[in-house]
């Protein structure tokens, strides 16, 4: 059973830059898609970002895709979301999720992203 686990979150300044992670344990990581995913207070989830389980296809929500970049090290079992330029609407839980050819999609328990000054 594959276990997600999201770091890297922290409070970050307007315009910063910060890069979270997921971390897999249980399977090899390198078996499933990746997606991010954020909600923030009062708001319905929102994804961000999916890669491939060999990282070769990337897609991006548009409103995003100028400022986040994923990428994965499937040596290291993790799936990183490189965040730039953020803004205080940013501020969230972000989620990774992982989906693999059959069973159901883990869940991380997230890890909280906050932009302020």
């Known amino acids: 059973q594959l276990q997600l686990v999201e770091t890297g979150g922290g409070l970050v300044q307007p315009g910063g830059s910060l890069t979270v992670s997921c971390l897999g344990s249980?399977?090899?990581?390198?078996?499933?898609?990746v997606a991010w995913f954020r909600q923030a207070p009062g708001k319905e989830p929102e994804g961000i970002s999916c890669i491939s389980n060999e990282g070769g296809s990337t897609h991006y929500v548009d409103s995003m895709k100028d400022r986040f970049t994923i990428y994965r090290d499937n040596a290291k079992d993790t799936v990183y979301l490189q965040m730039n330029s953020l803004k205080p609407e940013d501020t969230a839980v972000y989620y990774c999720?992982?989906?693999?050819?059959?069973?159901?999609?883990?869940w991380g328990q997230g890890t909280q992203v906050t932009v302020s000054s």
């Open positions: 249980g399977s090899p990581l390198a078996h499933f898609s």
């Open positions: 999720n992982a989906q693999g050819i059959s069973g159901s999609p883990s």
